[in-house]
């Protein structure tokens, strides 16, 4: 089966592993939520445990009788528990049934199932307990209920737990709003692309002023079509303006031709012919060669300028561009020694670079500054 398009789309299977993702920190958080409030108010309980243990162990038998009884009857919550039995284990106060059987007398705040007496009958409760065995032979027991600790965890997790379901569907509504801003935007720009594809080469893309990097994705490319569209407009024109300057030299070249082919008499009436002819040719030639060049200089695959003389030693190539140095290979050739100095002058004032380049003949390479890009 095909899932629809915006199912199918990366922002929203993006949001769908974030609120995954969301969703189990939810749960490791409520998981650890729940273990820390059961493990600090087990804690708070054992102390409060000991405490009471310590008090009624110090007291006389009788006193600790009055003591067990009024303990609880201000325990209006009823979540406190103590207990004296004999030896035997019959008890003779409090508000326990009997002894847990697995419950040690060593003085350590342990957890334990109790029959706890209560009004209507008894019940088992789970809590923590403490049994110490005293001077007389019998067995003190404090404890208190733990089924509060219980209570309290489920609360603090059933409120984690009903604020999870609600922030994942929160994520995935942000998710599906995202999918749908970034699928207008996308269309849009199609549609463009479109447009421009069919030979509008006018359209741009659109684009805003904030610092969206989508916004700043399309100044660039409508940066990149605007020069697209200044190469095509050069190239269109570079047609006719090959066809306007070569149809004078090949249609004189043509019109010689025909005039020699029916009126020379002599060979040399047609050698005169043909040297014409040769002229027009080469006439035609070094303008495709210039149209050639320029191309060429356009893209800067010639940023250089070359004579066909005898070139420029090493050791000459600062001294050439001081003013009237001429070197001793010139020595038979007219000149002033000023030519390269104003050349460099030149560039030096338009902030270009010069270079002369080793090689046969003299080779001045001119460097042209990076222009920055528009901002």
């Known amino acids: 089966m095909r899932w629809p398009e915006f199912v199918r789309s990366t922002t929203l299977r993006w949001t769908a592993l974030l609120a995954a993702i969301f969703a189990a920190f939810v749960v490791a958080m409520l998981g650890f939520v729940y273990l820390k409030t059961k493990h600090d108010l087990t804690i708070r309980y054992d102390r409060s445990i000991r405490s009471q243990m310590g008090i009624l162990a110090q007291l006389s038998p009788q006193r600790r009788l009055d003591a067990i009884d009024d303990n609880l009857r201000q325990d209006p919550a009823q979540v406190r528990l103590s207990g004296l039995f004999d030896a035997n284990g019959h008890r003779i106060a409090g508000n326990l ?28 409760q789970p809590a923590r307990l403490i049994a110490r065995v005293l001077p007389d032979g019998d067995v003190l027991v404090a404890g ?15 409120a984690l737990a009903l604020g999870l379901l609600p922030a994942v569907l929160l994520c995935f509504v942000i998710g599906m709003a995202l999918n749908a801003r970034s699928r207008r935007r996308i269309m849009k720009v199609n549609e463009r692309v479109e447009r421009i594809v069919a030979g509008n080469l006018r359209e741009r893309l659109p684009h805003g002023n904030g610092d969206d990097p989508f916004f700043k994705l399309a100044i660039i ?39 020699g082919r ?26 495709v060669s210039a149209i050639l060049r320029l191309a060429e ?14 070139g420029i ?41 010069l ?3 080793p090689g046969s003949g003299c080779v001045v390479e001119i460097g042209c500054p990076k222009i920055p890009a528009p901002a």
């Open 97 to 124: 049934e009997s002894l847990p059987l697995d419950l040690k007398a060593d003085d350590t705040v342990q957890s334990a199932v109790v029959d706890r007496l209560k009004e209507g009958g008894m019940g088992k």
């Open 144 to 158: 208190r209920n733990v089924d509060e600790v219980e209570e309290i965890a489920r609360v603090v997790g059933g």
């Open 221 to 259: 490319v409508n940066g990149m079509l605007d020069e697209m569209e200044s190469l095509i407009k050069s190239l269109a024109g570079v047609g006719n303006d090959i066809a306007h300057d070569l149809r004078t030299p090949l249609t004189s070249a043509r019109l010689m031709l025909e005039r």
């Open 262 to 287: 029916n009126r020379a008499k002599t060979l040399e009436d047609l050698q005169k012919v043909a040297d014409k002819t040769i002229e027009a040719i080469d006439q035609a030639l070094s303008i």
């Open 297 to 310: 200089i356009e893209q800067s695959q010639r940023v250089r300028v070359k004579d066909t003389g005898s």
């Open 313 to 353: 030693s090493e050791h000459e190539r600062e001294s050439v561009l001081r003013r009237f140095y001429r070197s001793d290979k010139a020595g038979h050739t007219t000149g002033l020694g000023l030519g390269l100095n104003l050349v460099a002058a030149i560039v030096r004032l338009h902030g270009f670079r």
């Open 355 to 357: 270079t002369i380049v």
